[in-house]
């Protein structure tokens, strides 16, 4: 059975980090793009970033550029984003999503398979 299940998120004040996860199983990680989105109270989901297959292509939101860095360890079957100088507005819900794609690049659209999502909260 394919699953994608989150995990790390948490409390952190503003400024501070915070590193998520998403652990695969039921596929091959090295088939899928993977996604990462959050989802706010009263907003629409909103891509965070992706990476491609294997690793070599990335994509970020213009809101997280320079702060989010997303990983995969492929022989883990994990996906990883590190959040750095986290903000207020980077509270939400957020999941992650694989796409069973196996191009160079990576988008935030289309994805097939969604986790349950871990919640973030960012405050003092």
């Known amino acids: 059975q394919l699953q994608l299940v989150e995990s790390g998120g948490g409390l952190v004040q503003p400024g501070g980090s915070l590193t998520l996860s998403c652990a695969a199983s039921?596929?091959?990680?090295?088939?899928?793009?993977i996604g990462w989105f959050r989802q706010a109270p009263g907003k629409e989901r909103e891509g965070v970033s992706c990476?491609?297959?294997?690793?070599?292509?990335?994509n970020y939101a213009d809101s997280v550029k320079g702060r989010f860095t997303i990983s995969r360890d492929n022989a883990k079957n994990s996906v990883y984003l590190q959040m750095n100088s986290l903000k207020p507005e980077d509270t939400a819900v957020y999941y992650c999503?694989?796409?069973?794609?196996?191009?160079?690049?990576?988008?935030?659209?289309?994805?097939?398979?969604w986790g349950q999502g871990t919640q973030v909260t960012v405050s003092s």
């Open positions: 990476v491609n297959f294997d690793g070599d292509g990335t």
């Open positions: 999503a694989a796409e069973f794609v196996t191009m160079p690049v990576c988008d935030l659209y289309d994805y097939d398979y």
């Open positions: 039921g596929f091959t990680l090295n088939s899928a793009a």
